[in-house]
């Protein structure tokens, strides 16, 4: 029985790079947006999705931490991908011959130093792959496209150039998630467990919060505020914290933020990916 592992975006997108790199045996199935991932979920078209949540160089997935909450599921992964940038063209197309490129508008600047160097033209796409896919589509032979080489594997491009981002850093993280929950302990593996909390109206309850964590020795690696339902003075916050919630010193950590707070939901615990190493 054939299982499916949603993303965001078109096949080649970097999303679909991220469902290989979660499970390879699963067959990825594209979402157009966020919300229908979700759906793809909630109504079992997929067994298992990847959502984008952060990127080293622009920061946090625009909606992600107001979606996560609302949408039922449980992450049980995470996996980070390199953003490599291929340019790639029609069949039989030199590097000579382009004149133009297209692709996501977060992409260009990434590759600015290589289009100077060749004379290239950059105009903004809506997606890479699907800039890709229009490619593959046409008989252009003077343009080409900024996208992940397994967009060329799956339009039947050709790539001219791999490797041409500015910097080498540039990396997403996304969370494999389930409908399920899996809190079950990996041995050998040092686990993260992420949760949304919102802080009692006291004084001082945020720094009192997140006194547990450092007194009882455990590390937060992301710590983000934002608002909730547009209100000012409603604001949640989103946390990812080395441990699992049975290890003795993270359950003291989160009785003590329970006690700072209105609400606390874990959305998920999983094995840290090995790149945090």
Do not use: W
Request: glycine fraction near 6%.
């Amino acid at each position: 029985m054939t299982k499916y592992i949603a993303f965001q975006g078109e096949l080649g997108a970097y999303g679909h790079e991220a469902c290989h790199s979660a499970d390879p045996a699963m067959t990825p199935l594209p979402c157009k947006t966020f919300d229908d991932v979700i759906t793809a979920m909630r109504t079992q078209k997929a067994d298992l999705a990847v959502l984008p949540v952060e990127n080293s160089t622009y920061g946090r997935v625009a909606d992600i931490h107001r979606l996560l909450p609302e949408s039922g599921l449980h992450i049980v992964g995470e996996v980070f991908i390199r953003v490599r940038i291929s340019l790639m063209a029609l069949p039989g197309v030199r590097l000579d011959d382009i004149q133009k490129v297209r692709a996501h508008l977060v992409l260009l600047p990434q590759a600015k130093s290589f289009l100077d160097k060749h004379n290239i033209a950059s105009e903004a796409a809506a997606d890479s792959a699907g800039a890709a896919a229009e490619l593959a589509k046409s008989d252009d032979r003077t343009s080409g496209v900024l996208a992940s080489e397994l967009a060329a594997q799956a339009y039947g491009l050709n790539v001219l150039a791999s490797d041409i981002e500015d910097y080498g850093h540039n990396t997403t993280r996304f969370l494999v998630m389930s409908r399920t929950p899996d809190h079950s302990r990996r041995s050998g593996k040092t686990m993260m467990t992420t949760f949304v909390f919102q802080v009692r109206n006291i004084p001082a309850a945020l720094y009192k919060a997140m006194g547990g964590f450092a007194t009882n020795g455990v590390n937060m690696t992301k710590l983000e505020s934002y608002m909730v339902g547009g209100s000012f003075t409603a604001t949640q916050f989103y946390a990812d914290i080395e441990g699992h919630p049975e290890d003795p010193n993270v359950a003291l950590a989160l009785e003590e933020l329970d006690y700072f707070t209105d609400s606390l939901h874990i959305l998920g615990v999983y094995p840290a990916h090995r790149l945090r190493d």
